[in-house]
């Protein structure tokens, strides 16, 4: 079952601007994490945010959490052409034993 | 490189044929996992394995088998599948699966199509 849900499906921008994603979810949480994944790739792991945490910075990510409206956001500044990718949030399945995604935000991002 | 290595990256399967996913981890993780990503869909959790148990079957049709002979390999046994099982398959294993997800690493996935 889904647990997380990315908004934008799909965002544009231009080198040097700042790239907002939004992630929904439905149940209780432990933490929720953010992936990124080139085209046709694995995914990696970008950040773990836990559900007593409110905002954490990664280099040029930020992310936030709130826990009450169940959703998070990633912020990514000064966006490069190497941000390219899609991103997606994962939070833990409702049997806690597994990451359960979203379908993800592709991000493009021209120079 | 992610240190979770999968192979084939590639495969090309008739209908009646069998085959085998590998995957491989030597990270010390003790929870592995199957997904599934299809075109336009969310990535489909399949099977969870901690330390070497089976923990997790998402309502996998029985076609796909898993086997996690140790906590450093799983396999994904495949036979008698359908085109619409054509997608990429990602492992994936992190340090445990239980109460609280730690970071995930996954392999860079094996793209089946199913002819």
């Known amino acids: 079952s889904q647990q997380g849900e990315e908004d934008p499906q799909a965002l544009s921008i231009q080198e040097g601007e700042n790239a907002t994603m939004n992630c929904s979810y439905k149940t209780s949480i432990n933490n929720l994490q953010w992936y990124r994944q080139n085209s046709g790739r694995g995914l990696v792991h970008l950040i773990l945010i836990r559900s007593n945490e409110r905002e954490k910075h990664s280099g040029r990510l930020r992310v936030t959490l709130d826990t009450s409206k169940k959703s998070s956001s990633l912020l990514i500044t000064a966006s490069r052409a190497a941000d390219t990718a899609s991103y997606f949030c994962a939070t833990d399945g409702e049997a806690g034993t597994a990451l359960i995604f979203g379908k993800g935000t592709t991000l493009s991002v021209s120079s | 490189e992610t240190g979770v290595t999968q192979t084939p990256r590639h495969l090309v399967m008739g209908m009646t044929n069998k085959k085998s996913l590998k995957c491989e981890q030597h990270?010390?993780?003790?929870?592995m996992y199957w997904y599934k990503q299809s075109a336009k869909k969310p990535l489909e959790l399949m099977f969870v394995?901690?330390?070497?148990?089976?923990?997790e079957n998402n309502s996998v049709p029985s076609r796909f088998s898993p086997e996690c002979p140790n906590s450093s390999h799983l396999f994904l046994h495949l036979h008698t599948l359908q085109p619409e099982d054509s997608a990429l398959y990602l492992c994936a294993s992190s340090h445990t699966g239980w109460f609280e997800n730690t970071e995930a690493f996954f392999g860079q996935g094996t793209r089946l199509t199913v002819v």
């Open positions: 394995y901690n330390f070497k148990e089976q923990t």
């Open positions: 990270l010390g993780h003790n929870a």
